[in-house]
């Protein structure tokens, strides 16, 4: 087994991989024993490699993507927190992503099912004075990303308020996935649900029955969404599958050309490479009284197509 567990990056202990990422910071290396690969930075916990065991990325970064606090680097999987987006009044997308992560020395298991066979690693952020001033409360956040022996990578979050009062946030796992084409990928598991459409100031709308596709900018926050969905890379011939506990939206986001072209941090035509599919609890936020704990859990997969319809319907895949 190739769980870590570090309490001192000078003092690495066998089976953890550390390498210098930009900035000099510290990334945390998995792999699987047949070769798939992930790597996690301790800037903001952000996942910002997943790859497969033919070696194919599967998660987009831009080659224009900005490594250096304040700005978060724009690709992988960054941790929003303790507020998803503009709604409050920190940084988009809350301080988490932007703070250096200490590896957690009070490692514990999650639960009796809590597969050895992963490799992974946990991670924890407390409050600097700093964060204090802006955002008074008192938690302790432990993640822990695994890599299981079939390749599939998990994220689980869990925040705890350690005193004081009783506190509320929003969270997503922000989730950029690579793709071949935007216009040839489409999503399964969102079909007639109501999303808010951040395009038309939040308006309400309700989603049609056909699979969602993409033919221009697309910003919505699928509200109370199922925990299994799909999405489909036809030229690429993969399903990603992401299954979520504890987060009961899922956000969708591509820039499209026009709007990709106002970010600074975007590379020409790269938003035809990229979509954002977020695990959320982006709209209702989640309250903790003092000493509660809640837990939030991304798993992604992906597998290769062999027929492009009604992946959900197939066995395995809920
Ligand atoms: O630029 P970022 O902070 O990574 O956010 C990028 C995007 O994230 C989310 O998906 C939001 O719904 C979008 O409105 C936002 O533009």
């Known amino acids: 087994m190739s769980m870590v567990q570090y309490t ?17 910071v510290e990334q945390v ?8 690969y992930a790597r996690v930075s301790l800037l903001g916990g952000q996942v910002v490699s997943w790859r497969n065991d033919h070696g194919e990325e599967l998660l987009f970064t831009s080659s224009k993507a900005i490594f250096k606090p304040p700005k978060a680097m724009r690709g992988g999987i960054s941790i929003c927190f303790p507020q998803f987006g503009n709604c409050g009044t920190l940084e988009r997308h809350g301080f988490a992503r932007n703070r250096i992560w200490a590896l957690d020395e009070e490692h514990r298991p999650l639960n009796h099912n809590d597969n050895s066979s992963k490799a992974s690693v946990d991670l924890i952020l407390k409050p600097s004075e700093d964060d204090l001033k802006c955002w008074p409360r008192c938690f302790e956040f432990r993640l822990r990303v695994s890599l299981s022996k079939d390749g599939d990578l998990s994220l689980v979050s869990r925040v705890r308020n350690v005193n004081g009062k009783p506190f509320s946030f929003s969270f997503a796992y922000h989730t950029y996935l690579s793709v071949s084409d935007i216009s040839e990928v489409r999503i399964e598991g969102l079909e007639t649900l109501d999303y808010l459409d951040n395009l038309i100031q939040r308006e309400r709308f309700t989603e049609q029955g056909d699979a969602i596709t993409f033919e221009s900018e697309v910003d919505r926050v699928y509200v109370s969404s199922p925990n299994v969905i799909a999405v489909l890379d036809h030229e690429k011939k993969r399903t990603f599958v992401t299954r979520k506990e504890g987060l009961p939206d899922v956000v ?7 709007k990709s072209k106002t970010m600074v941090d975007f590379g020409d035509g790269e938003y035809k490479q990229m979509l954002c599919v977020d695990a959320a609890a982006a709209e209702r936020p989640i309250t903790l009284k003092p000493g509660e704990e809640w837990t939030g ?11 492009c319809s ?9």
């Open 297 to 307: 859990k991304l798993e992604l997969s992906q597998v290769p197509s062999t027929n």
């Open 310 to 318: 009604g992946h959900l319907d197939q066995p395995g895949i809920i």
């Open 8 to 24: 001192n990056l000078t003092d690495p202990r066998p089976g953890l991989e550390v390498v210098r990422g930009w900035n000099d």
């Open 252 to 258: 969708v986001w591509n820039p499209w050309e026009k």
């Open 29 to 36: 290396v998995l792999r699987s024993p047949r070769g798939d």
